[in-house]
């Protein structure tokens, strides 16, 4: 049997006449650039997140750097964040100038250590990026506190989250601004790219307006200098249909949770962790074992996906080497880096292809870890 580690064919084939007809739809408007139904997703997302204001935008990364912008970020000023996150985060960091700070992670969450923050601020400090990772929600209670006393701007990358919650607030509703990514393989994906930015503040939310359209307002007159970052309308049209099954996707990519969490509970594997607090959407269910290496290579001869979110931090990575980290400065996050691995897991998955995947992993742990401990 051989099995992705992600597969969309699935669920296009469940939902291809709705899909088909809402494109067909687009085409035959003429309306392309931000047409009806980007405003109408925009609606349905704020009311979902219970926000105010959505905006849609390019991508996830876009999302990021327009929130940036936002507040003004540039040369001189420190953003705080996580080492261990898709690259996207700290890139709109280091794309404005400014310089990003790094915070090592929960070592059972992976998410950024609240409690190691506070040592981090500096005069220079305008923002805290926490990011919401693998579908589980940052606790957000001591970081909020925290942005209140030294008052700094909080943007949570909710990219890998949409859905999730904190107590009883949604991942992205948090904070003064929330960015979220219609990357095909998030929980709500697109066929391409495409993001969206959320906020309860009015005045931000006008001006990411404008900044998306390359700062103007209105036509040929520009206030600021913004980008070219909308979300196409033939996505919205997409992302519309696929929206209406969100939370019964989320559902299911927890019960494949539920199902690897019962069975693979194992001295030499750590199952995830998520919090008390938190309700987790599993964008990704990443396992930890001391083996990673012998087990993705297991995994691979058995024709099973699997991946590595992810190898190197990104205080370690050579396009951050000015920022003046060393191996050895971020523990946690270099532990997770050397021994995490991400499995099979979207809502269409059988369990049938599970129970191959558990088998497998526990035929590896009987056989190989006995020789290699
Ligand atoms: C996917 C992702 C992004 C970027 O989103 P794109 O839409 O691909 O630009 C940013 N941050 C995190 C944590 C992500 O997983």
Same mark, same amino acid.
């Given at each position: 049997m051989k099995i992705p580690?992600?597969?969309? &064919?699935?669920?296009? #084939? /469940?939902? /291809? *006449?709705?899909?088909?007809?809402? =494109? +067909?739809?687009?085409?035959?408007?003429?309306? +392309?650039i931000l047409g009806e139904e980007v405003s109408e997703l925009e609606n349905k997302i704020a009311q979902y997140l219970n926000v105010n204001y959505a905006i849609g935008v390019a991508s996830g990364s876009d999302a990021l750097l327009l929130s940036l912008m936002v507040i003004d970020i540039g040369p001189g000023d420190e953003v705080i964040t996580t080492p261990y996150t898709f690259f996207a985060t700290v890139g709109a960091i280091s794309r404005l100038g400014a310089e990003p700070?790094?915070?090592? @992670?929960? !070592?059972?969450?992976?998410?950024? %250590?609240?409690?190691?923050?506070?040592?981090? @601020?500096?005069?220079?400090? &305008?923002?805290?990026? !926490?990011?919401?990772? +693998? *579908? /589980?929600?940052? /606790?957000?209670a001591p970081i909020l506190e925290i942005a209140k006393k030294y008052n700094l701007t909080v943007i949570e990358d909710a990219a890998q989250s949409i859905g999730a919650r904190y107590k009883d607030r949604m991942a992205g509703s948090m904070g003064d601004l929330g960015c979220f990514s219609f990357f095909p393989s998030k929980n709500l994906g697109c066929m391409g790219d495409g993001g969206m930015?959320?906020? %309860?503040?009015?005045? $931000?939310?006008?001006?990411? &307006? =404008?900044? #998306?359209?390359? *700062?103007? &307002? !209105?036509?040929?007159?520009?206030?600021?200098?913004? $980008?070219?970052s909308r979300l196409d309308t033939i996505q919205a049209a997409i992302l519309l249909v696929k929206f209406k099954y969100l939370d019964e996707w989320n559902k299911k990519r927890r019960q494949r949770a539920e199902f690897y969490n019962s069975a693979l509970s194992d001295g030499f594997l750590r199952i995830p962790y998520i919090s008390e607090d938190n309700f987790s959407v599993y964008n990704q269910y990443? =396992?930890?074992?001391?083996? #990673? %290496?012998? $087990? #993705?290579?297991?995994?691979k001869s058995k024709? @099973? *996906?699997?991946?590595?979110?992810?190898?190197?931090?990104?205080? $370690?990575?050579?396009? +951050?080497?000015d920022l003046g980290y060393r191996r050895g400065d971020m523990p946690e996050a270099e532990a997770a880096a050397r021994e995490t691995l991400a499995l099979p897991i979207y809502p269409e998955i059988s369990e049938g292809m599970q129970q191959y995947v558990v088998e497998t992993i526990r035929e590896f742990l009987k056989s190989e870890v006995v020789s290699l401990s």
């Open positions: 580690l992600f597969d969309l &064919k699935e669920q296009y #084939r /469940q939902i /291809q *006449g709705e899909l088909q007809e809402a =494109i +067909f739809e687009v085409m035959a408007s003429g309306h +392309f700070v790094f915070v090592d @992670i929960d !070592p059972l969450t992976y998410n950024i %250590n609240p409690y190691l923050i506070e040592e981090k @601020i500096t005069t220079k400090t &305008k923002a805290i990026i !926490p990011v919401h990772l +693998f *579908g /589980q929600c940052v /606790q957000m930015v959320v906020t %309860n503040n009015k005045e $931000l939310a006008e001006k990411i &307006k =404008i900044l #998306r359209v390359h *700062g103007s &307002k !209105p036509k040929y007159y520009h206030p600021l200098i913004g $980008l070219n990443v =396992i930890r074992t001391k083996y #990673r %290496n012998e $087990l #993705r290579e297991y995994l024709d @099973i *996906g699997s991946t590595v979110y992810y190898p190197l931090p990104l205080h $370690l990575q050579e396009c +951050f080497q």
